[in-house]
């Protein structure tokens, strides 16, 4: 936070800087917070479009003859059973099981993936995935500076994304990606987000962003699409009940702490880092779960923050990891880990510790949002 | 943006208008509000309490944040802005009109007000 040096900028920086984006400092980049009204992005991408830039990502390509044995010895998922040109959301622990980071992997050919790291633990993914890799026939290469990231995300998003590539999309599944071109330039076209939209993220050549981006704009004005900044993007990813890195994921948690046991592949062959400890925590998790991640709605409208105490009677029982005015739903929302005696889906008498009101709230399930598909 | 030259503004980006039979009208500026972005709630002081210059008297929430509402008079609130409490976006929309916040009987002014083209500098919007 105290850094002196200045913030990295994307491909895309004077672009956003054209657009009047308020800009802010994202683990150590300049990024758009919002381009006008963060409610209208979020509404925009939830009806029609948004383009996103997300540069600021950590791409980390591994390849080699053993790139899938390092992967299923380093991360907790089954690496090496992800058909070529699919993808899936994974998980990198410390020994103790502790989360380093979420991940999504691609597999780009049989002996190439793509591991997409939080910006903020790129480096530490990167340390990691290095050091794991001893002993592996398999390369580790710092991606971060051959890609710019730009996200097309929404109901609209196919039919824009179409007018600018040849590409397949309607054989593009999701959580799958294929080389093509877009609006001229070579991309990996995947069709993930972070949205809880169907959408698209494109990799491509940091020199590519702009072309790609003015295409993606043009093409999507009929559509409605608009430039989105970070703020939407968290919004959206909270009502779609996904957990963000530092907020419902830490090193002090495993992925069963965090409901995301599933990630977690222990009938995969070899050993994997914190196959022991992660086993613990799934007998832990489901015998005697210390907290749980739950869904909050406000009755009220104040608004709820990360590091806020959830109260029930009197007493914390569990603290906010995320908050925010949910536009979907027209109320403040959270997601906030519980005592497992108050997780249950309309719990009575819980509420939130909000500057010393205890204001109530509705615990349900996540997510609060599905998109009707 | 401009700021409206009759106004006064205050180092807390909030505006106060001249006195009408020694009531001003109190908001924030255009400026501020874009700043905070979209907000989404606000907490004004009740009709009949005592708001002290330079002191806290209510709260502004947007979706990333939350910031304290600063008076820039002493005196006594007359009048709160009921449209802003049930439509916050008012204040991004209408910053120097219809998303104005509450009155105030002034009884006496903070010093250090500044004119529109000082707030203007100071601002630097």
Redesign the interface.
């Known amino acids: 936070m105290s850094q002196s040096v200045s913030p990295r900028r994307t491909a895309l920086d004077a672009l956003h800087r054209s657009l009047g984006a308020?800009m802010t400092d994202f683990a150590g980049w300049d990024m758009p917070?919002?381009y006008g009204?963060?409610?209208d992005e979020h509404n925009a991408v939830r009806t029609a479009a948004g383009l996103f830039d997300l540069s600021h990502m950590g791409e980390i390509t591994v390849t080699g003859v053993q790139a899938a044995d390092l992967l299923d010895h380093a991360l907790v998922g089954n690496m090496g059973s992800i058909k070529p040109g699919r993808a899936r959301y994974t998980m990198i622990c410390r020994e103790d099981g502790g989360i380093l980071d979420d991940l999504i992997v691609y597999r780009l050919e049989a002996d190439t993936y793509m591991v997409v790291a939080n910006a903020s633990n790129a480096q530490t993914v990167l340390d990691a995935l290095a050091e794991r890799a001893a002993g592996f026939d398999a390369e580790v290469r710092d991606d971060r500076e051959a890609y710019a990231l730009l996200a097309v995300q929404g109901p609209h998003s196919p039919a824009i994304l179409k007018s600018v590539t040849d590409a397949d999309l309607d054989g593009l599944k999701y959580y799958a990606g294929l080389p093509g071109t877009v609006a001229g330039a070579p991309a990996l076209i995947a069709r993930t987000g972070y949205t809880g939209e169907d959408g698209f993220e494109l990799f491509l050549a940091p020199e590519h962003a702009e072309q790609v981006w003015l295409a993606l704009t043009e093409a999507g004005q009929e559509y409605g699409l608009v430039p989105a900044g970070l703020?939407c993007r968290d919004?959206l990813r909270l009502e779609a009940g996904m957990p963000l890195y530092g907020h419902e994921l830490s090193t002090a948690l495993t992925p069963f702490d965090a409901g995301l046991g599933r990630v977690v592949k222990f009938e995969k062959t070899g050993d994997f880092v914190g196959r022991g400890p992660l086993a613990e925590a799934a007998e832990r998790a489901e015998k005697n779960p210390p907290r749980k991640l739950v869904g909050l709605i406000a009755e009220g409208?104040?608004?709820p923050?990360a590091g806020m105490a959830v109260v029930a009677d009197g007493e914390v029982i569990g603290e906010v990891t995320s908050g925010?005015?949910s536009p979907t739903l027209g109320k403040?929302i959270a997601m906030a880990y519980v005592d497992a005696a108050h997780a249950e889906p309309g719990s009575k008498g819980v509420g939130v510790d909000i500057r010393g009101t205890h204001e109530p709230y509705e615990v349900v399930a996540l997510p609060f949002y599905q998109r009707q598909k | 943006m401009s700021n409206p030259k009759e106004l006064r503004y205050s180092k807390e980006h909030e505006w106060l208008s001249p006195a009408a039979d020694g009531v001003s009208t109190i908001g924030i500026t255009e400026h501020a509000a874009n700043a905070l972005g979209d907000v989404v709630f606000v907490e004004l002081p009740e009709v009949g309490a005592t708001v002290t210059a330079g002191e806290t008297c209510g709260e502004l929430e947007s979706t990333k944040s939350v910031s304290e509402l600063y008076s820039p008079v002493t005196g006594e609130v007359v009048e709160a802005n009921e449209d802003v409490v049930n439509d916050p976006s008012l204040v991004n929309s209408a910053p120097f009109e219809g998303g104005w916040l509450f009155k105030v009987r002034v009884s006496e002014e903070q010093q250090d007000l500044m004119s529109a083209d000082e707030y203007t500098e100071f601002s630097g919007s």
């Open positions: 308020t917070l919002r009204s963060e409610r703020s919004t409208r104040r608004v923050r925010a005015p403040p």
